[in-house]
């Protein structure tokens, strides 16, 4: 487009590298071509991708439906998805079923609320991920979101209905799900991981101990039956606490028993000089602990909290079994409608591609931390 | 749709004991239906479905709950509160259904849930009424040229594995004599592919289900064929709490109050030009006289708000069964060769 043409001043090229040392040319022979072997290899290889590729593109755009015409009755039509199936892709799924996907059963004139809950959940993350807004005040900023976020998916005040939480789903109920499960998992998984090492405090390790043991001893999916269906047998009739808040409690104490063991393995790594050396200093516990050991345990394991947080991310997606309409729930609810039953490959690429960005954020920014905290031992 | 019921556990026990001591609680005032009164006091009726099931409750693109189930509990809304939209539709799965039942997160199921006796007699549930007859058929290609299921001998068959679909078949061809490979497959789009791509023979769940499979196959729906064998039964209902006797009364009669408006011709554009009627189960039926209403614990006009808002029988079918290609066959009316009957209301 630019029509604009600069001329450099008379400036000395410098001399190239010869390309058969360096540059990607030369990184092809000693990679890819350096024996006929590799070549072979390579070449399949490149072959395969390629036709693969080109496959995809076909089915994915090329000849894929993006539209369906409406009826006269005011219903869809999927015959053009029909006449392509096993050709194309049908996009038009998306397009009828977007909104469900992403916010469920929720009100459909109400929907913007839970799109700005979205919005505020990143901008949350966003936030919490830069350095320079880490300081106290970033803990009020949570509670404001959060309570923000409360308000406008309840509602009933400033003129915007109350939707009662039943009616929640998709999108928001993953980001709630994971973000309170991992909000509140993480200081209880540090109380329990110092609990488990304390020596001071027998009868608080055996408690960390069985904690961890018991929950890390059962599946995921049988603490959410038990909170699903055997909890309300036991609470007097009539008391039913929410199906979400009691998902919410079963997620939480599960992922607090494997963060707890991550951050104990932390804690486990640190050199014995630094307690001794904090202890010299006259520092007591809670001071020991909140400024020498912690700061340098968790560094130590930002790999494997990254892991379990990522882990638990996708492991919300369980509650499906109890009935809540997560993300993935309604994706497989959108694909029960009879019209559109035989195109899951849409939906679930769709969905895949959600989950896979924010944990490939997730995998990237804790790539980040680790290289910025780890400048100082390799200094 | 039809797994097994697994093991309740004895907190069903537990809890129907404090259900039937905290009704007889609620018997000294009220309406004496412990379940009526909360659901007045709540302005909102709490109905068990399953979410998930094409014609019976599904929400659609706009997150409405759809489907006979969905309608059914919208009925049962607008006679208790006299408002079908005063309802909270709670999603349940085959292994939480009766315990959401027992513990009084909802109050009441329409779950296409197979009335049987283990259900009622185990479980602590009465099955209020039959919405919709199934049972378990047969779908194979007409190419095959099969017309019984007696000619199937050594056929393979695609099952999902653990329904009652799968006990049933293999007490059928053993009473019969006869061989067949089930092919187990659990899931719906593979079963229905595999049953496409010609690796079994037949297709074997409940009929509703064939019916809409084929209707979905467009242009080449007539290369299947259903056979006229259903080898079970299965009659899908309401399911209350046993011990709140008074509750069950208005889900039941809710359920036949659609029947005999479909019986007499009253919808739910026409019903208010009844109003004038001179039929006396058509004056008792709309609260213009007899006091049904008041026998129930709601009020008279509660057929009438019914009809209004939700239908008759046949409205509520035409409106989300019909559409997915099911004939309604056993489930018409008594007078057109079906099974629906409503006893009279006097």
Redesign the interface.
């Given at each position: 487009m630019s029509t604009t043409t600069t001329t450099h001043a008379a400036v000395p090229e410098r001399e190239r590298p010869p390309a058969m040392v360096y540059g990607p040319i030369a990184w092809a022979r000693a990679n890819l071509f350096n024996s006929w072997w590799s070549t072979a290899v390579t070449l399949a290889l490149i072959y395969l991708l390629v036709k693969w590729a080109v496959g995809f593109i076909d089915w994915a755009f090329v000849n894929a439906v993006w539209t369906v015409p409406t009826t006269p009755q005011g219903?869809l039509d999927p015959?053009p998805c029909?006449n392509a199936k096993e050709i194309g892709a049908c996009w038009a799924v998306i397009g009828?079923?977007y909104?469900?996907i992403l916010?469920?059963?929720?009100?459909?004139d109400e929907q913007w609320r839970p799109a700005i809950c979205i919005v505020l959940f990143i901008a949350l993350y966003v936030m919490s991920a830069m350095r320079r807004f880490w300081r106290k005040e970033l803990a009020l900023i949570w509670i404001a979101m959060l309570t923000v976020i409360g308000v406008l998916m309840w509602g009933g005040v400033l003129g915007m209905p109350y939707v009662?939480q039943?009616?929640w789903?998709g999108l928001p109920i993953t980001l709630i799900l994971a973000t309170f499960g991992l909000a509140f998992a993480f200081p209880l998984a540090i109380l329990v991981a110092l609990g488990r090492r304390s020596t001071k405090l027998p009868a608080v390790r055996m408690l960390c101990v069985v904690y961890v043991e018991l929950i890390r001893g059962v599946p995921l999916i049988s603490l959410l039956?038990m909170a699903?269906?055997?909890f309300?047998?036991?609470?007097?009739?009539?008391m039913?606490p929410d199906?979400l808040l009691r998902a919410q409690v079963a997620i939480i104490l599960f992922a607090a028993a494997y963060l707890a063991e991550v951050v104990r393995g932390g804690l486990q790594a640190l050199p014995k000089g630094q307690y001794e050396a904090a202890d010299a200093l006259g520092l007591s516990y809670w001071q020991k602990t909140g400024l020498i050991i912690m700061p340098q345990a968790l560094r130590l394991v930002i790999p494997p909290l990254v892991n379990t947080f990522i882990g638990f991310f996708k492991d919300t997606s369980l509650v499906l079994?109890?009935?809540?309409?997560d993300l993935l729930t309604s994706g497989?609810?959108?694909?029960?409608?009879?019209?559109w039953?035989?195109y899951?490959s849409e939906v679930y690429i769709v969905l895949a591609i959600i989950y896979f960005i924010f944990c490939w954020c997730m995998a990237r920014y804790s790539r980040g931390l680790e290289q910025e905290f780890s400048r100082a031992a390799r200094r | 749709m039809m797994i097994r019921p697994t093991s309740a556990g004895a907190g069903f026990l537990f809890a129907g004991v404090l259900l039937a001591v905290s009704a007889t609680a609620a018997l000294a005032q009220g309406t004496g239906s412990a379940t009526l009164d909360a659901v007045a006091k709540r302005g909102q009726l709490v109905c068990g479905v399953a979410g998930s099931t094409a014609g019976f409750s599904l929400p659609d693109s706009q997150g409405v709950m759809r489907g006979i189930d969905a309608d059914s509990c919208r009925a049962v809304a607008a006679a208790a509160l006299g408002d079908a939209g005063k309802i909270r539709f709670v999603p349940t799965t085959t292994t939480n259904r009766f315990t959401a039942l027992q513990s009084g997160e909802v109050d009441m199921l329409y779950r296409s849930t197979t009335w049987t006796l283990g259900r009622e007699g185990n479980l602590g549930g009465l099955f209020a009424s039959i919405n919709f007859y199934d049972g378990t058929g047969f779908l194979v290609k007409k190419a095959t040229n099969v017309k019984s299921v007696k000619e199937m001998d050594g056929a393979t068959i695609c099952v999902q594995p653990g329904t009652s679909t799968e006990l049933a078949i293999a007490d059928y061809f053993r009473v019969n004599n006869l061989k067949f490979t089930p092919i187990l497959i659990q899931d719906l789009a593979e079963i229905q592919n595999a049953y496409l791509s010609g690796r079994c023979d037949a297709y074997s769940t409940d009929a509703s289900a064939l019916a809409a499979f084929r209707f979905q196959q467009g242009d080449k729906a007539t290369d299947h064929v259903l056979l006229p064998e259903i080898i079970s039964k299965e009659p899908l209902g309401a399911m209350v709490r046993k011990g709140d006797d008074k509750w069950f009364d208005l889900v039941r009669w809710t359920y036949f109050a659609t029947l005999i408006a479909e019986e007499y011709g009253i919808t739910s554009k026409n019903v208010d030009t009844f109003m004038s009627s001179n039929i006396p189960e058509i004056r008792r039926l709309l609260g213009l006289e007899g006091d049904m209403g008041k026998a129930l614990g709601v009020d008279n006009k509660w057929a009438y708000n019914v009809i209004k808002q939700v239908g008759n029988a046949g409205e509520i079918w035409d409106r989300n069964i019909t559409p997915m290609g099911i004939p309604r066959g056993i489930n018409n009316l008594w007078n057109k060769g079906g099974l629906q009957y409503a006893p009279p209301m006097r």
């Amino acid at each position: 487009m630019s029509t604009t043409t600069t001329t450099h001043a008379a400036v000395p090229e410098r001399e190239r590298p010869p390309a058969m040392v360096y540059g990607p040319i030369a990184w092809a022979r000693a990679n890819l071509f350096n024996s006929w072997w590799s070549t072979a290899v390579t070449l399949a290889l490149i072959y395969l991708l390629v036709k693969w590729a080109v496959g995809f593109i076909d089915w994915a755009f090329v000849n894929a439906v993006w539209t369906v015409p409406t009826t006269p009755q005011g219903t869809l039509d999927p015959t053009p998805c029909r006449n392509a199936k096993e050709i194309g892709a049908c996009w038009a799924v998306i397009g009828d079923k977007y909104r469900f996907i992403l916010f469920g059963r929720y009100p459909y004139d109400e929907q913007w609320r839970p799109a700005i809950c979205i919005v505020l959940f990143i901008a949350l993350y966003v936030m919490s991920a830069m350095r320079r807004f880490w300081r106290k005040e970033l803990a009020l900023i949570w509670i404001a979101m959060l309570t923000v976020i409360g308000v406008l998916m309840w509602g009933g005040v400033l003129g915007m209905p109350y939707v009662p939480q039943d009616t929640w789903g998709g999108l928001p109920i993953t980001l709630i799900l994971a973000t309170f499960g991992l909000a509140f998992a993480f200081p209880l998984a540090i109380l329990v991981a110092l609990g488990r090492r304390s020596t001071k405090l027998p009868a608080v390790r055996m408690l960390c101990v069985v904690y961890v043991e018991l929950i890390r001893g059962v599946p995921l999916i049988s603490l959410l039956f038990m909170a699903s269906v055997m909890f309300p047998l036991f609470m007097p009739v009539g008391m039913n606490p929410d199906k979400l808040l009691r998902a919410q409690v079963a997620i939480i104490l599960f992922a607090a028993a494997y963060l707890a063991e991550v951050v104990r393995g932390g804690l486990q790594a640190l050199p014995k000089g630094q307690y001794e050396a904090a202890d010299a200093l006259g520092l007591s516990y809670w001071q020991k602990t909140g400024l020498i050991i912690m700061p340098q345990a968790l560094r130590l394991v930002i790999p494997p909290l990254v892991n379990t947080f990522i882990g638990f991310f996708k492991d919300t997606s369980l509650v499906l079994i109890i009935g809540i309409f997560d993300l993935l729930t309604s994706g497989k609810v959108a694909l029960a409608e009879p019209i559109w039953q035989g195109y899951s490959s849409e939906v679930y690429i769709v969905l895949a591609i959600i989950y896979f960005i924010f944990c490939w954020c997730m995998a990237r920014y804790s790539r980040g931390l680790e290289q910025e905290f780890s400048r100082a031992a390799r200094r | 749709m039809m797994i097994r019921p697994t093991s309740a556990g004895a907190g069903f026990l537990f809890a129907g004991v404090l259900l039937a001591v905290s009704a007889t609680a609620a018997l000294a005032q009220g309406t004496g239906s412990a379940t009526l009164d909360a659901v007045a006091k709540r302005g909102q009726l709490v109905c068990g479905v399953a979410g998930s099931t094409a014609g019976f409750s599904l929400p659609d693109s706009q997150g409405v709950m759809r489907g006979i189930d969905a309608d059914s509990c919208r009925a049962v809304a607008a006679a208790a509160l006299g408002d079908a939209g005063k309802i909270r539709f709670v999603p349940t799965t085959t292994t939480n259904r009766f315990t959401a039942l027992q513990s009084g997160e909802v109050d009441m199921l329409y779950r296409s849930t197979t009335w049987t006796l283990g259900r009622e007699g185990n479980l602590g549930g009465l099955f209020a009424s039959i919405n919709f007859y199934d049972g378990t058929g047969f779908l194979v290609k007409k190419a095959t040229n099969v017309k019984s299921v007696k000619e199937m001998d050594g056929a393979t068959i695609c099952v999902q594995p653990g329904t009652s679909t799968e006990l049933a078949i293999a007490d059928y061809f053993r009473v019969n004599n006869l061989k067949f490979t089930p092919i187990l497959i659990q899931d719906l789009a593979e079963i229905q592919n595999a049953y496409l791509s010609g690796r079994c023979d037949a297709y074997s769940t409940d009929a509703s289900a064939l019916a809409a499979f084929r209707f979905q196959q467009g242009d080449k729906a007539t290369d299947h064929v259903l056979l006229p064998e259903i080898i079970s039964k299965e009659p899908l209902g309401a399911m209350v709490r046993k011990g709140d006797d008074k509750w069950f009364d208005l889900v039941r009669w809710t359920y036949f109050a659609t029947l005999i408006a479909e019986e007499y011709g009253i919808t739910s554009k026409n019903v208010d030009t009844f109003m004038s009627s001179n039929i006396p189960e058509i004056r008792r039926l709309l609260g213009l006289e007899g006091d049904m209403g008041k026998a129930l614990g709601v009020d008279n006009k509660w057929a009438y708000n019914v009809i209004k808002q939700v239908g008759n029988a046949g409205e509520i079918w035409d409106r989300n069964i019909t559409p997915m290609g099911i004939p309604r066959g056993i489930n018409n009316l008594w007078n057109k060769g079906g099974l629906q009957y409503a006893p009279p209301m006097r």
